[in-house]
């Protein structure tokens, strides 16, 4: 039997918003294996349940965290008394383009690499304690209070409280991450993507990155390009090619030389090669425009 794909407009997701904030209670009943056309955040605030993720069985209590993109598909099955917080969002409209939260390593481990590749060697989730599950709580209060509401200025409350949901958990999965003496496959991987973003001006390898993630390189590249849908040298590229544009708009008297190599580009000429793929231009005619405006 296939399995249920929810869409944008079902599950009283609202398909202006792209987003929904809400609670259920399961006791005794099963959810039917299924997928979604968004992602969804899944906080189990009491209770206990089976929970079938893409096939493999876990077992979840309160305080468990999951993140769920489109591709993964779950059920939950011998439900008691299990009480859940259910957030779906779309991702390309409330996590694009932070920058600050990328650089944590819980952040790529909660939101990026576990909902694309968990189970098996990557098993992994977060565990919050009491005190914070109460903190975690009283912020999905605000955003189903926000949700139901609308009151003026409703979708900028959305914003900034999921935002603030979003930063605390990728931070308690940091921290247990720095607690373990042997972190898993998750963590690890996730320690050297944020690596990346918080060391791309320095000269970085692909070996060195999977050393990082304790995988050999075919490993490395194969979960990455699975995570990121890109190879690990094209996403270092994206991150130096954005800093030297931010370089050329607030420094524009700083030499492009100079400009390339504090951004991790080991010379002008391959700066330039990568600079116009990215961007459809080379460096001086992107300094050249931003003169013109």
Known sequence: MPKKRYGYGEMGVDTTLRFHAGFTELNGTDFDDHTHAYSELVIALSGES?????????????????????????????????????????????????????????????????PNVRGG????????????LAIALDMAHRLESEYLERNPGFQAMIQS??????????????????????????????????YMENHFGEDITLEQLARLAHLSKNQFLRVFRRTYSDTPIDYLNALRTAKACEMMRDQPDTKLVQI??????????????????KMGCSPREYRDRLSLR
Request: proline share 3%.
């Open 161 to 194: 409280v999921f935002l603030q949901l979003v930063t605390f958990l990728s931070r308690q999965y940091g921290e247990v991450g720095r607690e373990k003496k042997n972190p898993d496959a998750v963590r690890r991987l996730a320690a050297s993507v944020a």
């Open 121 to 132: 060697h990557f098993r992994s989730h977060l565990h919050l304690s009491p005190r914070d």
């Open 50 to 114: 089976e929970h079938l993720v893409n096939g493999s069985l876990e077992r979840i209590t309160g305080g468990d965290v999951f993140v769920f993109n489109g591709n993964s598909s779950h059920a939950f099955r011998k439900t008691r008394n299990l009480r859940l917080c259910n957030i779906a969002y779309d991702p390309g409209k409330y996590l694009t383009g932070l920058r600050d939260l990328r650089k944590l390593p819980g952040y790529h481990a909660l939101f990026m690499i576990a």
């Open 260 to 277: 390339a190599l504090e951004c991790g580009f080991g010379d002008g000429n391959y700066f330039s090669r990568v600079f116009r793929k």
